[in-house]
């Protein structure tokens, strides 16, 4: 069996590393450290350091809500300029060959319309209201 690669002072370094403000990824510690990425993991787990978000995840919260989420349509980005909230009986209108959209100029950044927008999305905050 290898001896296991742990001392004090490594310890030490992995525990400094990996709370740094640059948040260097595991395989970059164990690059400094001489280690792999997986003994960097089963270290930090053994102990006892805090779980890290994944940077994949920490990018993408801070991404700005641009995506239309209606379903039928699919993800859409960037500029949409009709309203898309479905108002009434969307499959009645596709049967009688309407465009079962809102069709009212939609604001920056949202599907929908000045209206909709506040319909469809509230602050956390209101709900605890
Ligand atoms: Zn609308």
Same mark, same amino acid.
């Given at each position: 069996m290898t001896p296991s690669p742990w001392t004090a002072d490594l310890d030490a370094q992995l525990t400094r590393r990996w709370s740094d403000a640059d948040r260097p990824s595991c395989a970059q510690i164990g690059r400094d450290l001489g280690l792999t990425k997986n003994q960097i993991i089963g270290r930090a787990h053994r102990i006892g350091l805090p779980k890290r978000e994944s940077p994949v995840h920490t990018a993408r919260r801070k991404r700005p809500l641009r995506f239309c989420h209606d379903g039928h349509l699919g993800n859409r980005v960037g500029p949409i300029?009709?309203?898309?909230?479905?108002?009434?009986?969307?499959?009645?209108?596709?049967?009688?060959?309407?465009? *079962?959209?809102?069709?009212?100029?939609?604001? *920056?950044?949202? #599907?929908? #319309?000045?209206?909709?927008? =506040?319909?469809?999305?509230?602050? =956390?905050?209101?709900?605890?209201?």
């Open positions: 300029t009709d309203c898309k909230f479905i108002a009434g009986d969307p499959h009645g209108a596709a049967a009688r060959g309407e465009n *079962p959209f809102c069709g009212e100029p939609s604001l *920056p950044g949202s #599907c929908y #319309c000045a209206d909709h927008h =506040a319909v469809c999305y509230t602050r =956390a905050a209101e709900f605890a209201a």
